[in-house]
């Protein structure tokens, strides 16, 4: 027998579908308390939000990474508690694998898409950027800006109408970092790590051109300068891709750019990585 999606174990065990023991054994997994799924579907993000949603009272909402995930703002792994809301009057009782938050709840900042309550973009850039490092709230917030979901003048207005509210200026912060060219979470960590150590702000996806010709588009610029930064995934390791990584980096050369590279590796050292750039920042500054 194959379930496509979470179900309640109450309910299969109660039409006689399925017994206790049966559900402790290899075939199903469980997802929350009293949730479980055929072991055989691939587990998301995705798949403990159709499990939470079983479970969470109907005045409640998705929000945070959850909400980000319906959204289009796919960062949340397998690992990641399932973000609720609910208003304080209604608390909602500590539940594994659930990360309840309880707030002001108003109906202007909840949608329903699919049968699931869940709240706005706005408000869930705004539950981001309270319950997140702001490092991890601006890669969210990129990403829903990326989609269109918020943009500058969308989030400064939420803001303005949260005027002296708490969490306003922690908001704010993160607002200030959020821009929707930012092409991958990596990419926005690597520059909100760049900004909070004080490093001018780079120009995101610049053009460079030389002659009237395209030589390359850059991840991170500073033109005056002539330095970029590249943020090198792992598909860079590809043997094709290497070599259209170093025609791309002698016509840069040629056009009298310096690029720094950044590796997966160097992203697990923020500190190191980011005085790396600014020394680079520096001497050609003195140049």
């Not at 709230?137 to 939420?158: N, T």
């Amino acid at each position: 027998m194959l379930l496509n999606s979470p179900f309640l174990a109450q309910h299969v065990i109660s039409a006689g579908l399925l017994t206790r023991q049966q559900l402790r054994g290899p075939t199903w997994r469980r997802l929350l308390r009293g949730v479980y799924a055929d072991a055989a579907i691939p587990v998301d993000h995705g798949l403990k939000i159709r499990a939470a949603e079983l479970v969470i009272p109907p005045d409640a909402a998705l929000t945070g990474v959850s909400a980000a995930w319906l959204w289009g703002a796919r960062l949340a792994s397998p690992h990641d508690p399932v973000d609720v809301v609910r208003s304080p009057d209604r608390r909602l009782g500590l539940t594994s694998g659930l990360r309840v938050r309880t707030s002001p709840l108003p109906e202007s900042d909840v949608e329903t898409r699919s049968g699931i309550r869940l709240t706005t973009p706005l408000r869930t850039a705004w539950e981001l950027a309270l319950r997140l490092h702001i490092v991890e709230a601006v890669a969210y917030c990129d990403g829903l800006a990326a989609r269109g979901c918020i943009d500058r003048d969308s989030v400064a207005g939420y803001l303005r109408e949260r005027t002296g509210q708490h969490g306003c200026r922690i908001a704010g912060r993160v607002f200030s970092l959020v821009d929707s060219r930012s092409e991958s979470p990596q990419e926005s960590r690597l520059r909100t790590w760049m900004a909070l150590a004080g490093l001018s702000r780079p120009v995101l996806q610049y053009e460079v051109r030389m002659a009237g010709e395209f030589v390359a588009r850059l991840d991170f610029a500073w033109p005056e300068l002539k330095v970029a930064v590249e943020y090198d995934g792992v598909w860079h390791a590809d043997p094709t891709q290497l070599v259209r990584d170093r025609e791309r980096l002698n016509r840069l050369q040629a056009a009298g750019w310096y690029v720094h590279h950044v590796t997966v590796r160097d992203m697990s050292d923020p500190q190191r990585t980011v005085a790396a750039i600014g020394q680079v920042l520096i001497r050609r500054s003195r140049s």
